[in-house]
């Protein structure tokens, strides 16, 4: 376990649950997007609920072209996303770590190396990296590209071409209501049907059929739910719009006719040059065929016949979500109150486990006299929220073992705005919040989370009643070796079950090398705790 020094502290009856002091307010906010061909980092400055942008930088670093066949980032391609992030990491200096949100989409997703890579990735950096899973890409891109475009009330078809994947969403105004995201991008379908760069007729509709096939499994959802009005976003759009613009083949945005024109140009060509093609920037030339692929089966498989181009694409996402998240909007408590009504979640119980559960861990993490104010900043405290409303969504499959259930569906779920990393976090934290200790001690349990295991535990166990009853005065200490609760012996006595169960719970820490010490406290003691 991580040590964090002795602490010891009184938790004098019932944690109540006291609206705590707002989050700090934060006026600029910064994103970093990871994504398979180029890294980005967007700053923008935040007015009446706008964010307004201050600076912007762009790394070409093709992480999707630096998968080997074993599905592993390469030596070379991690150390130029390095030499990117730490870059990143220089213009950062100095930003609070609730005002910066970094995330990885494809490459990371795929990648068996990735565990490794984010922790050197992270230091360059220095913020913590989310992979997300692609549906919340999807969702993600799709705020960004509502909040760059005019306000409309039908429905949006949006068409984002990464370099590992794209995503394909429809929605109206704010927000998203179809979302997919598809195992394609304008780097792998270049290294993949055009790997020495040439063009080929044949190559091409090789390349654009493998497209519609993808396409083909989500079209008919998408023609169901209809739309007005197909917007692209990110660098393959702007890309080919700026070509057919210089090319004469579209006024502006995209249309079929001008997709088609280009195709002709490229095949004639027999590659990308950017000597002989207007508008095309060397350093988008090598992806260029296999997006320009997958736009074509786009428009052929979802039926479009013209596009307009959005400079709002995932990095704007995450912005807008950020500020979300500072201004108390976060999509995370939407998810979570929905999968809480989802399994019919007992929402009294759930809230008298989460206010014990957290006043546990303000008592063991507090250091220094840490203010009350700070407390919501703690991302640690927050995910613990998290997990202690969503423990029991398993119930409702079973009540024996429904830890293990609710460990399932948290795992698997699709859970708009949180990361993958979060989602599998919240998943152990609530697998190991009963019963045996020794089935999570090779799930990947980080050294803080113990303390949210420990924090889940005890709330559990002393609120197994399900009651408004009065709880007894805690006192809990931790240390490198584990912890300690020091609680009334007179309601140890009063309470054999309870007590019963926390000498098993001594057994299960001591299993997994873990030290829990449990004591009784005098009656005296117990006065004089209360008085001070």
Request: aromatic share 6%; net charge positive; hydrophobic share 40%.
């Amino acid at each position: 376990m991580r040590g964090r020094g002795a602490s010891r502290r009184t938790l004098p009856g019932p944690a109540g649950g006291a609206k705590l002091p707002a989050m700090a307010r934060h006026d600029t906010l910064a994103a970093v997007d990871l994504g398979s061909n180029s890294f980005h980092l967007q700053i923008g400055r935040v007015v009446d609920g706008q964010i307004y942008p201050l600076d912007a930088l762009r790394e070409v670093v093709r992480l999707g072209a630096g998968l080997t066949a074993e599905k592993r980032i390469d030596r070379a391609t991690q150390a130029r996303a390095l030499e990117a992030l730490k870059r990143f990491g220089e213009r950062l200096r100095g930003f609070p770590r609730a005002a910066v949100r970094a995330v990885g989409t494809n490459a990371l997703r795929v990648a068996k190396n990735t565990p490794q890579f984010l922790k050197e990735a992270r230091e360059a950096l220095g913020f913590p990296i989310e992979v997300i899973a692609g549906r919340e890409e999807a969702r993600l891109i799709y705020v960004g590209v509502a909040h760059s475009l005019p306000p409309a009330e039908h429905p949006r078809l949006v068409v984002d071409i990464g370099g590992g994947s794209t995503e394909v969403i429809v929605g109206t105004a704010l927000e998203p209501q179809l979302t997919e995201s598809l195992y394609m991008g304008c780097v792998s379908y270049s290294l993949k049907y055009f790997p020495d760069g040439r063009i080929e007729k044949p190559r091409m509709k090789r390349a654009e059929l493998a497209a519609r096939q993808e396409l083909e499994g989500v079209a008919r959802a998408y023609h169901a739910a209809g739309w007005q009005e197909a917007v692209g976003s990110s660098g393959t759009a702007r890309s080919l719009e700026s070509i057919l613009r210089e090319n004469g083949f579209a006024d502006e945005g995209l249309t079929r006719d001008g997709l088609d024109r280009l195709r002709s140009l490229l095949v004639k060509h027999e590659r990308a040059d950017p000597d002989r093609i207007a508008g095309l920037r060397a350093n988008r030339a090598p992806v260029l065929p296999g997006g320009l692929a997958i736009m074509i089966a786009a428009f052929d498989e979802l039926g479009i016949e013209s596009m307009t181009v959005s400079e709002g694409a995932l990095r704007h996402g995450v912005l807008y979500d950020l500020l979300g998240r500072v201004q108390h909007r976060d999509m995370r408590e939407a998810t979570v109150a929905q999968l809480m009504r989802r399994y019919h979640v007992d929402a009294a119980q759930a809230e008298r486990v989460r206010a014990l559960a957290t006043s546990l861990y303000d008592a063991l993490a507090a250091r220094g006299g840490r203010e009350a104010e700070s407390r919501e900043d703690d991302p640690e405290r927050t995910l613990l929220g998290w997990a202690a409303r969503l423990a029991e969504v398993g119930l409702s499959i079973a009540h024996a073992d429904y830890h293990k259930h609710s460990a399932y569906v948290l795992s698997n779920a699709d859970m708009p705005g949180f990361s993958r990393m979060e989602q599998q976090r919240i998943a152990r934290i609530v697998l190991a919040h009963r019963g045996k200790l020794s089935k999570v001690q090779d799930a990947g349990l980080e050294g803080g989370d113990w303390t949210l295991v420990f924090a889940l535990r005890l709330a559990a166990l002393v609120l197994r009643s399900r009651s408004d009853v009065k709880l007894p005065l805690l006192r809990v200490a931790s240390d490198p070796g584990g912890f300690a609760l020091e609680l009334p012996q007179s309601w140890l006595e009063a309470n054999p079950l309870s007590a019963d169960a926390l000498e098993s719970e001594t057994g299960y820490w001591k299993a997994v090398g873990m030290r829990l010490a449990v004591s009784g406290l005098s009656d005296k003691k117990v006065a004089l705790l209360g008085r001070a």
